[in-house]
């Protein structure tokens, strides 16, 4: 994450011995929830996302389907944006335009370009 994001949208945590961060209050207002057929050809989706939040849904789809599902998702994140997905959600030999960051975390391969918006979506 860039730094100039780190400052602008977290906090170090109350507690001088944490590593932890929270986010700045006003964040939830910048964060955008959907929920949405993974099924339907679109997603009804116009801009790009600097992340998307799909955790524990692709798991009851079969891996070509969670292939095509994912390839959609990478549709939507800006180049380096992140994806979040559940820790028994495997992206292992995928086709995918994603880097694995650490465990149920992947980037998109690209260059920097303008910011998104964050989104959350929720599979039905």
């Known amino acids: 994450m860039p730094d100039e994001f780190k400052r602008k949208y977290f906090m ?4 001088p011995d944490s590593n932890q961060v929270r ?3 006003e964040l939830p207002y910048l964060v955008e929830f959907r929920r949405l057929n ?4 679109n997603y009804g989706i116009s801009e790009k996302a600097d992340a ?5 849904v692709i798991i009851y789809f079969d891996r070509p389907t969670q292939e ?3 390839r959609k998702l990478c549709h939507h994140l800006l180049p380096h944006g992140y994806l979040f997905v559940g820790h028994a959600e495997s992206l292992h030999e995928m086709d995918l ?5 650490a465990p149920a975390l992947y980037r998109k391969i690209g260059s920097w370009r303008e910011s998104g918006k964050s989104v959350v979506l929720r599979g039905f």
């Open 12 to 15: 170090r945590s109350c507690r």
């Open 23 to 25: 986010g700045v209050p």
């Open 38 to 41: 993974f099924m339907d050809a």
């Open 52 to 56: 998307i939040f799909c955790r524990n």
């Open 68 to 70: 095509r599902i994912l």
């Open 97 to 101: 335009t994603l880097d694995t960051v």
